[in-house]
C-alpha cells in the first residue's frame, strides 16, 4: 500500500482491548481473532475488523498485506515524553535535579536554532514511529519556533500529537526561561495557530513548580481557565530534593500538589508526571478533580527517583487515572515494550505485580482513555483511525524459542514485554499508511 490511498486488508492475529482488565475481567477485556483482518478505508479510518474468513465482500477488491502470525494491536500511545531530549539518552546524572542541570537543560538550549528544531523533529517522529508509537502527549521547549516545527512535522505525517510550548521562568540558564507574560502569550499564539488543526492537540506546559515563579503558574492557570478543552502537563513528585525545594519556595502550600491546585492546574486533561512519592491527601485530590498521573519508570529507574506503586495509584482507596510513558530523555528507551517491562519489574518490587493484559491494555486504550482520545484511537475499531503496531513475537532466535512455549494471548504478550524492544516492532500503521518501512525509503 504504497503512495495514494486506496484500502487495504491487513492480516495477523488482530488483538485490541475492549476495557480494562481490572475492571472487566481478563476474559472480557480483550478480543482476539487468531486469524483475523483489519480493512482500512480510503480514508485511513478502520472500516471492518473481524475474522479473516468473514471479511465482508465489498471489500473483496483491495490489497492484501498478511502479516502471517504477527500480532496487530492499535499503535501505542505514550503519555509523556520529550521532544528536545530524544538525542540525550543516557545521561551520567546523579539525580534529577543534577540531570536536569548539568545535561538537560543545556541541551534544550539548542532549540532556540530553528534548524535545529527542524531536524530534530523528523528524528524524533521517525524514532517514534520505529517503535510503533502512533500517538503522543510531549513536553517542548520555551522555543515558539522549536514548538512550531514540533506540531507542523506531526502534521505532515497525520499523527496525534498533543504538545505545547514549555513555560520556566527561574532555576534554570537565561537561555531557556521567559517570564509570565510572554510565556501565555507565547502560548495564546500557539493555541491559536495548531489547537485542532489536523490531528493535533495543545497542552500548556509549565513544566514543573521548581522552574515557575507564582506569576507564571497563575498565567498557565489562567490558560487552563481561557482554554477548558486543552491539555495541561507538568511534572509532580518525583525526587525527593525536588519536593524539598518546592516546600521551600512555596511555604504556604499543603504539598507539592496543593501548589498546582492553588493555581487551577488540576482537573481531567491534567497530568502530572512521574507522581512517585503522592501522600494520600494529594491522591485524593488529583482523583476528586479527575487528574492523571503518568507512571515513567525507565525514567525513575533511571534517575533513582523511586519505584511508583501502580496499583495504589491506580486502584487505591482514591482511584488515580493512570497513563504510561518513556519519559525520554531521562527514559532510557522509546521503546513502549521497555516502559512496559520497567512497569512490571517495579510493581513486583513494591509487591503489586501488573499484569501483561494490563500494561498492553495501558499502553493502547488506557492511554487513550487517560487523554480523552478513546473516541479516535486505542482500539480497532470501525470508525477509528487505522493506528496499529505489527510485533513479533519471534523477533529473534531467542525470543522465537521463548515463544514455542507460549500457552495463551497474556503469556505471548508477557514475553513481548520482557523481552522485546524496536526488533519486534515489524510495522507501525497512521492513518492506514506504514510508516516504519516507509522511513527506511524515504532515506534511500
Ligand atoms: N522535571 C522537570 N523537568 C523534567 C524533565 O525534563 N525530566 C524529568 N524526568 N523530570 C523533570
Ligand atoms: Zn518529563
Given at each position: 500500500m504504497n503512495g495514494e490511498r486506496s484500502g487495504a486488508i491487513v492480516r495477523g492475529q488482530v488483538v485490541t482491548f475492549n476495557d480494562d482488565p481490572e475492571v472487566v475481567g481478563e476474559r472480557e477485556c480483550v478480543s482476539h481473532w487468531v486469524d483475523g483482518a483489519v480493512v482500512i478505508g480510503d480514508d485511513g479510518a478502520i472500516a471492518w475488523v473481524g475474522a479473516r474468513g468473514e471479511v465482508p465482500d465489498e471489500y473483496a477488491g483491495l490489497e492484501t498485506i498478511d502479516h502471517g502470525d504477527r500480532l496487530i494491536l492499535p499503535g501505542f500511545i505514550d503519555a509523556h515524553l520529550h521532544f528536545p531530549q530524544y538525542r540525550m539518552i543516557a545521561a551520567y546524572g546523579k539525580d534529577l535535579l543534577d540531570w536536569l542541570n548539568r545535561y538537560t537543560f543545556i541541551e534544550e538550549q539548542r532549540y532556540g536554532d530553528e534548524d535545529v528544531a527542524k531536524a530534530a523533529a523528523v528524528e524524533f517522529i521517525d524514532e517514534l514511529f520505529r517503535q510503533g508509537i502512533t500517538a503522543c502527549l510531549a513536553f517542548s521547549t520555551i522555543h515558539m519556533t522549536a514548538t512550531s516545527a514540533l506540531f507542523a512535522e506531526a502534521a505532515s505525517r497525520n499523527m496525534a500529537l498533543i504538545s505545547g510550548r514549555t513555560m520556566m521562568d527561574r532555576s534554570a540558564p537565561e537561555g531557556l526561561t521567559d517570564d509570565a507574560q510572554t510565556s501565555h502569550d507565547e502560548s495564546v499564539e500557539l493555541i491559536e495557530r495548531w489547537s485542532g488543526a489536523g490531528r493535533l492537540g495543545y497542552a500548556i506546559s509549565p513544566r514543573f513548580a521548581v522552574t515557575s515563579s507564582e506569576a507564571q503558574l497563575e498565567a498557565a492557570g489562567s490558560l487552563v481557565k481561557q482554554y477548558p478543552d486543552l491539555w495541561m502537563q507538568t511534572h509532580l513528585s518525583e525526587n525527593h530534593g525536588e519536593?524539598?525545594?518546592?516546600?521551600?519556595?512555596?511555604?504556604?502550600?499543603?504539598?507539592?500538589?496543593?501548589?498546582?491546585?492553588?493555581?487551577?492546574?488540576?482537573?481531567?486533561?491534567?497530568?502530572?508526571?512521574?507522581?512517585?512519592?503522592?501522600?494520600?491527601?494529594?491522591?485524593?485530590?488529583?482523583?476528586?478533580?479527575?487528574?492523571?498521573?503518568?507512571?515513567?519508570?525507565?525514567?525513575?529507574?533511571?534517575?533513582?527517583?523511586?519505584?511508583?506503586?501502580?496499583?495504589?495509584?491506580?486502584?487505591?482507596?482514591?482511584?488515580?487515572?493512570?497513563?504510561?510513558?518513556?519519559?525520554?530523555?531521562?527514559?532510557?528507551?522509546?521503546?513502549?515494550?521497555?516502559?512496559?517491562?520497567?512497569?512490571?519489574?517495579?510493581?513486583?518490587?513494591?509487591?503489586?505485580?501488573?499484569?501483561?493484559?494490563?500494561?498492553?491494555?495501558?499502553?493502547?486504550?488506557?492511554?487513550?482513555?487517560?487523554?480523552?482520545?478513546?473516541?479516535?484511537?486505542?482500539?480497532?475499531?470501525a470508525g477509528k483511525f487505522a493506528d496499529m503496531v505489527v510485533l513479533d513475537p519471534k523477533a529473534t532466535p531467542i525470543m522465537a524459542a521463548r515463544h514455542d512455549l507460549s500457552q495463551s494471548l497474556a503469556d505471548v504478550l508477557f514475553a513481548l514485554m520482557i523481552m522485546g524492544d524496536d526488533r519486534a516492532v515489524h510495522e507501525t500503521y497512521v492513518a492506514g499508511r506504514p510508516v516504519k518501512s516507509a522511513i527506511g525509503a524515504s532515506q534511500r
Open positions: 519536593i524539598e525545594v518546592v516546600a521551600n519556595d512555596f511555604p504556604w502550600a499543603k504539598d507539592y500538589t496543593d501548589v498546582y491546585d492553588r493555581f487551577g492546574l488540576l482537573g481531567p486533561k491534567s497530568f502530572f508526571a512521574h507522581g512517585i512519592h503522592l501522600g494520600d491527601r494529594e491522591l485524593a485530590r488529583l482523583s476528586e478533580s479527575g487528574s492523571g498521573v503518568v507512571h515513567c519508570p525507565t525514567s525513575n529507574n533511571f534517575l533513582g527517583s523511586g519505584l511508583f506503586r501502580c496499583r495504589h495509584t491506580r486502584n487505591g482507596k482514591t482511584p488515580v487515572k493512570t497513563a504510561v510513558g518513556c519519559d525520554i530523555g531521562g527514559g532510557t528507551s522509546f521503546a513502549m515494550l521497555d516502559t512496559l517491562r520497567d512497569a512490571y519489574t517495579v510493581s513486583q518490587l513494591v509487591g503489586a505485580r501488573i499484569s501483561p493484559l494490563e500494561a498492553f491494555y495501558l499502553a493502547t486504550l488506557g492511554n487513550a482513555r487517560a487523554l480523552g482520545l478513546e473516541e479516535t484511537i486505542g482500539s480497532l475499531q
